[in-house]
């Protein structure tokens, strides 16, 4: 019988190999449906970041922060510098919610507009924020809150 760590590790060899670089993020429904297989189940808030290409293409998917059950600290430095690391032209970010509770918080709105100033100050277009609570994921694009 294979153990969990096995059982975890080819769980994210399959997503993986189902978001290889090169996926076209072309819809909220394709963000939510990527973030929901890389964050959902987590028991604590992590925040993570698809770095795309001017085609929307993903070239790279990091997780840059990672919280306690309730919040995570972010540092609009950090995700800046790894949009130049990987030579980003656009960001999708997202975060999960251990709650279950998909509707984003004040904190989360402000923090998507404070990433948001950073990046186009080094020509890098926030496409998304998506929140991951359980199965169901949402997009604050979609709700007019990037």
Do not use: C, W
């Amino acid at each position: 019988m294979a153990t969990v760590s096995q059982i975890l590790t080819e769980a994210t060899r399959a997503i993986d190999f189902r978001y290889p670089t090169g996926t076209v993020f072309e819809s909220a429904a394709v963000s939510a449906e990527f973030f929901r297989a890389k964050l959902s189940g987590l028991e604590r808030e992590v925040f993570a970041v698809a770095f795309l290409n001017n085609q929307h293409q993903l070239m790279a998917y990091e997780e840059l922060f990672k919280g306690s059950i309730a919040s995570t600290e972010l540092h609009p430095r950090e995700v800046a510098r790894a949009a130049l690391r990987h030579n980003a032209a656009a960001v999708i970010m997202s975060h999960n919610h251990p709650s279950f509770s998909t509707e984003p918080s004040r904190a989360d709105e402000q923090i998507t507009v404070r990433l948001k100033k950073a990046l186009e100050l080094i020509g890098v277009r926030v496409i998304d924020h998506i929140v991951v609570a359980g199965n169901d994921a949402i997009s604050m694009a979609e709700r007019g809150l990037v």
